[in-house]
């Protein structure tokens, strides 16, 4: 067995870890998804793993392929468990990020095709962030760790290393970690709730 096949297992057993981190913190009733943030993420994931496929990305598109799906698992599970408080800037950020996607479209190079994801995928946080301001502890930070760990694993599962295969794990990389670092930053800075006597 190769090394890409390896890491390319791992990647999607990290995936599988986050996603299950994830939907067991929504069952205790501790996170609270946005559908507008899965939903950009299950779009963008599905073109991301077209075009690391398209690449030849092989074992390296397994877990975006895996993430696409559970991305729109999460869109339907948020549509009864999720965030309630859908305000104006989170339609307009949906808006930006589904006209960008005809962008993706109308590129005819794979590299740009997937900056364009990049973009989008990076502005499919902005619900959930603007969501955990107030409220991080609504969402999951080790699942997010582990995703952030996933895509690196991602990045080592790569057999054709081209700037369409390796931008958008690397990205993920970044994005997921730093949501991460986000949410552990602003739970340091809210108030402990008062505890009864």
Known sequence: MSFTVIFGLLSVAAM???RVT???????GKTRPHAFSWFIWGVISSIGFAAQFAEGAGAGAWARGFGAATCFMLVGISLFRGERNITRADWMTLCVALLAIPLWVLTKTPVWSVVLVCLIDTVGYLPTVRKSWTKP???S???YSIGSLGAFLTLLAIENYTVSTWLYPAVLVFSNGAMALFLLGRRARMPMPAQPV
């Not at 994830?22 to 205790?28: A, K, L, M, P």
């Open 16 to 18: 599988l870890a986050a």
């Open 22 to 28: 994830y939907f067991t913190s929504i069952w205790r």
């Open 137 to 139: 502890q609504s969402e």
């Open 141 to 143: 930070a080790l699942s």
